[in-house]
């Protein structure tokens, strides 16, 4: 069973930074990509940052310049580094993972931004 563990969240001044991580275990098909996304409150989930296992990576255009999400393929890991915070970033994160049989998401990690 895929189980992803997602730690780095936090509370953050506006114009800080914070690293979430996502380790990703049990997956016995291949992984086809891993990526982040975010709700607010009262707002649906939405794509932050996903990359491709073929290195293919997409930002929607609110992060853009300011979040840059990476993978260590080996360690089935994802990050997604967070710099320039602004209070409209905050939101529970969450970890995806898609492989060839499914799709499956990590419990969500609370980032905070105080104006």
């Known amino acids: 069973q895929v189980r992803l563990v997602e730690s780095g969240g936090g509370v953050v001044q506006t114009g800080g930074s914070l690293r979430l991580s996502c380790a990703a275990s049990?997956?016995?098909?291949?992984?086809?990509?891993m990526g982040w996304y975010r709700q607010a409150p009262g707002r649906q989930r939405e794509l932050v940052a996903i990359?491709?296992?073929?290195?293919?990576?997409e930002y929607d255009d609110a992060v853009k310049g300011r979040f840059t999400i990476s993978r260590d393929n080996a360690k089935n890991t994802v990050y997604l580094q967070m710099n320039s915070l602004k209070p409209e970033d905050t939101a529970v994160y969450f970890c995806r993972l898609l492989n060839t049989g499914g799709n499956y998401w990590g419990q969500g990690t609370q980032v905070t931004v105080s104006s």
């Open positions: 990359q491709t296992t073929g290195g293919t990576i």
């Open positions: 049990g997956s016995s098909f291949a992984i086809v990509a």
